[in-house]
């Protein structure tokens, strides 16, 4: 058995991908034991989800892995639709969302997990590999879970909790709560890690839409392109069903891209179908889903392999304070809600993507092209796409007391990022305040001693007296305004409907 201290893990973690093991960091970081089981005997080396959107860089550098991704990174700052001659039709920037990453990370997804997992191994884990799940269920106040090694051996554990991340075909989610539901997209596309003669530059990703169908090329480390090629014609996958080949490759980017674009070779290539589905529920009381597990979404918008990471994100600082002793049954239950609510979202935007993508192709087809978006429209969608926008507003450990009447509300509005949440760097609640005597918080501070950090002033604020609730995670959990005596009460009773004082 292997884990942060030992062999007495409380949580079992299915699955060493970059969902699984970044939910592994994060708890071993809190201290929490915690043991990874990957049914695959050694790690793959396949392309995969490579990008890694500006939210989620943000969460990295709190994990103090951010600088590692960018150093082993491509930066992308642009994603560009180009008709077959490589001509411009249309480009989005990163570096308008005003997060300090003002670019995607693009990189193998085995280059993600080796950061992750090496990462794990500082903090004392490790992961077992050849190690199947054949069964989990919920028994007492905890979880069983059967497993059994590649050389047949059999084991049987119990565990406080379970955090399922073992992918679209997870045995989790079948167990305890069913089959992934929604749609399955038209069609059938082709993902291949590949090296192009193209000229196309190297800061961005470049949608070629043509009347055959769309080209995506992404670039990667080492002169290499992570490429989606769609609309596959019934002859393409004849073709491709007998050997994904360089030849066979070729054939279908020259279909839609004649002459601008020379493949000159090929790693890792696979055929695939697109979804747009989630699991019925995504946690229980003592078992969790991230990631593909839970959800599925168009690759169009590289939102997937970062919503499982947001997934670990929300849950290892809630469940690290659950099993401390220091949290109610409310705080591990509200990431389910949370995490249904991100979901649909991380979906919407997928789809919405998704649709432009064919309706690129649609253009190039009819020659009638659809009207730009609005400037609002588009900076918004290019917030979402950059993890940046989701919101928890309505989540049950959300809320406030007062109405702020200054133009900084927004910044600061409950369940909302807190675009400052990165300079906070302690695993903490924060409490932001502004224009309040340290006096009147003296007894708030002593009674959350070691779960909150009380701060001030707030630089953010605009002088109205005020008291802010920064999670963990970085989202607002309350706001207070005024910060009088009432205001103070109702901030209490908040922190105390799921944290227990010391």
Not at 331 to 357: C, G, I, K, N
Not at 419 to 427: D, F, I, K, M, Y
């Amino acid at each position: 058995m292997t884990g942060v201290a030992g062999s007495a893990a409380s949580v079992l973690v299915i699955g060493a991908g970059p969902a699984g093991l970044f939910a592994a960091v994060q708890l071993a970081r809190l201290g929490v034991p915690v043991r990874v089981v990957e049914r695959e005997p050694e790690p793959h080396r396949q392309a995969r989800a490579t990008a890694l959107q500006p939210g989620t860089l943000e969460i990295l550098a709190q994990a103090g892995l951010a600088d590692e991704f960018a150093g082993s990174a491509m930066h992308l700052e642009f994603a560009r639709v180009l008709d077959p001659a490589l001509n411009l039709v249309a480009e989005m920037t990163l570096a308008s969302t005003g997060s300090r990453w003002g670019f995607q990370c693009s990189l193998p997804q085995w280059r993600t997990e080796q950061i992750l997992a090496s990462r794990l191994g500082e903090l004392g884990g490790a992961v077992e590999r050849g190690t199947e799940v054949v069964s989990v269920r919920e028994h007492g106040d905890g979880m069983r879970t059967q497993l059994r090694r590649a050389d047949g051996t059999a084991e049987q554990v119990e565990t406080g909790w379970v955090i399922g991340a073992g992918g679209a075909h997870s045995v989790t989610r079948q167990a305890l709560t069913g089959e992934l539901a929604g749609e399955t997209y038209p069609g059938t596309a082709l993902a291949a890690d590949v090296q192009v003669a193209a000229g196309l530059p190297r800061d961005g990703s470049a949608l070629i839409a043509s009347p055959e169908g769309y080209v995506l090329l992404a670039p990667l480390p080492d002169d290499r392109w992570i490429t989606f090629i769609g609309d596959l014609q019934d002859d393409e996958m004849e073709l491709l069903a007998r050997d994904i080949s360089p030849a066979a490759v070729t054939a279908c980017i020259r279909r839609r891209v004649p002459a601008a674009v020379q493949l000159t070779g090929i790693g890792w290539a696979s055929t695939f179908r697109m979804h747009r589905r989630m699991a019925p529920r995504l946690a229980g009381e003592h078992w969790f889903l991230l990631g593909d597990a839970g959800h599925l979404s168009s690759p169009f918008g590289g939102e997937g392999l970062n919503s499982g990471l947001h997934d670990a994100h929300n849950l290892a600082w809630k469940l690290a304070l659950e099993i401390r002793g220091r949290a109610r049954p409310a705080l591990v239950r509200s990431y389910a809600p949370e995490r249904d609510a991100a979901a649909r979202h991380v979906l919407e935007t997928s789809d919405r993507v998704h649709q432009m993508a064919h309706a690129a192709v649609d253009a190039a087809r009819t020659g009638v092209t659809a009207a730009p978006l609005p400037a609002a429209e588009a900076a918004a969608l290019t917030r979402a796409r950059a993890m940046l926008d989701v919101s928890y507003r309505d989540s049950p450990i959300t809320g406030q007391y007062g109405q702020p009447r200054g133009q900084g509300a927004a910044a600061t509005a409950p369940g909302r990022r807190y675009t400052r949440w990165p300079a906070l760097t302690s695993q903490a609640h924060h409490l932001l305040l502004q224009g309040v005597e340290p006096g009147d918080f003296a007894w708030f501070g002593d009674r959350w001693a070691g779960l909150v950090d009380v701060l001030r002033p707030d630089a953010s604020a605009d002088g109205e007296p005020s008291a802010v609730l920064i999670r963990p995670d970085g989202y607002t959990g309350f706001r207070a305004t005024p910060a009088d005596a009432a205001g103070l009460a109702a901030l209490d009773a908040h922190l105390s409907s799921y944290l227990i004082p010391g």
